[in-house]
């Protein structure tokens, strides 16, 4: 009888490393998940984006909401603007510098609070824009040290001695209708409106010894408005406007 000879050369070779099922083409399906891990996936996700949000206000932009006239024509009402956060950490505001800070002296009379107890706790974590009147935008005029007067001979307001010409006031509007001098505390600022005949700034505050906004309640430096659309800029200070003003005391 023949006997047929035996070739390896012929026998499938053998998959190294894989279960059977998978050297026969079937693999092994994921699981689905259930609704409970759906759900926890999902609230997981919302908790990290308020959480960004959140560090985000706290430490490097916050966004706030322009309810009134008062720094027209830079910035108009029902803007929304964003602040620089960080800057005011690890430096101060210069002049000519817009900054938003903290109403702590009571310039403002009170006003309700949002009873939205959603849109509040929103506010708070910095998704939507900070809307409250505890916070006020104005822009600086005068920092520690500095004589400010209003006004010399030719209507102009005077930092240490030297008038300045401020391009950034609403058109037909005059510097000052109301005449102060004053020397503004170290770590301090002295503020007004662009639109000087619609702002209660430091001018009206004098004698009731809180015209100076503290360098601690500066929450920081606008820097852009980016709501709405038709509106977008980016907010530079006016540093161009002092650049000839003396050092103050």
């Given at each position: 009888?023949?006997?047929?000879?035996?070739?390896?050369?012929?026998?499938?070779?053998?998959?190294?490393?894989?279960?059977?099922?998978?050297?026969?083409?079937?693999?092994k399906?994921?699981?689905?998940?259930?609704?409970?891990?759906?759900?926890?996936?999902?609230?997981?996700?919302?908790?990290?984006?308020?959480?960004?949000?959140?560090?985000?206000?706290?430490f490097?932009?916050?966004?706030?909401?322009?309810?009134?006239?008062?720094?027209?024509?830079?910035l108009?009402?029902?803007?929304?603007?964003?602040?620089?956060?960080?800057?005011?950490?690890?430096?101060?505001?210069?002049?000519?510098?817009?900054?938003?800070?903290?109403?702590?002296?009571?310039?403002?009379?009170?006003?309700?609070?949002?009873?939205?107890?959603?849109?509040?706790?929103?506010?708070?974590?910095?998704?939507?824009?900070?809307?409250?009147?505890?916070?006020?935008?104005?822009?600086?005029?005068?920092?520690?040290?500095?004589?400010?007067?209003?006004?010399?001979?030719?209507?102009?307001?005077?930092v240490?001695?030297?008038?300045?010409?401020?391009?950034?006031?609403?058109?037909?509007?005059?510097?000052?209708?109301?005449?102060?001098?004053?020397?503004?505390?170290?770590?301090?600022?002295?503020?007004?409106?662009?639109?000087?005949?619609?702002?209660?700034?430091?001018?009206?505050?004098?004698?009731?010894?809180?015209?100076?906004?503290?360098?601690?309640?500066?929450?920081g430096?606008?820097?852009?408005?980016?709501?709405?659309?038709?509106?977008?800029?980016?907010v530079?200070?006016?540093s161009?406007?002092?650049?000839?003003?003396?050092?103050?005391?």
């Open positions: 009888m023949a006997s047929t000879a035996h070739n390896p050369l012929n026998e499938p070779a053998p998959a190294s490393g894989v279960t059977p099922e998978e050297a026969s083409g079937s693999k399906q994921k699981k689905p998940q259930t609704f409970g891990e759906q759900v926890k996936e999902f609230l997981l996700i919302i908790f990290y984006a308020l959480l960004i949000a959140f560090v985000l206000k706290s490097i932009i916050r966004g706030f909401f322009i309810p009134s006239g008062s720094m027209l024509n830079t108009e009402i029902n803007d929304r603007v964003f602040v620089n956060v960080a800057g005011s950490m690890f430096g101060e505001a210069e002049r000519g510098d817009i900054i938003v800070f903290e109403d702590t002296q009571n310039w403002m009379p009170e006003s309700e609070t949002s009873q939205n107890p959603v849109r509040n706790a929103l506010s708070f974590i910095g998704v939507l824009p900070d809307s409250s009147q505890n916070y006020l935008v104005k822009r600086v005029i005068g920092v520690g040290g500095d004589r400010v007067v209003c006004c010399d001979a030719d209507g102009k307001v005077t240490n001695g030297q008038a300045i010409d401020e391009p950034y006031l609403r058109e037909g509007v005059a510097p000052s209708e109301v005449p102060f001098d004053v020397i503004v505390p170290e770590n301090s600022y002295f503020v007004m409106g662009d639109n000087r005949s619609n702002s209660a700034d430091s001018r009206y505050h004098i004698e009731q010894n809180t015209a100076f906004v503290n360098d601690s309640d500066v929450v430096e606008v820097f852009v408005v980016a709501w709405p659309l038709d509106h977008f800029k980016f530079h200070g006016a161009d406007v002092f650049a000839n003003v003396p050092a103050g005391q």
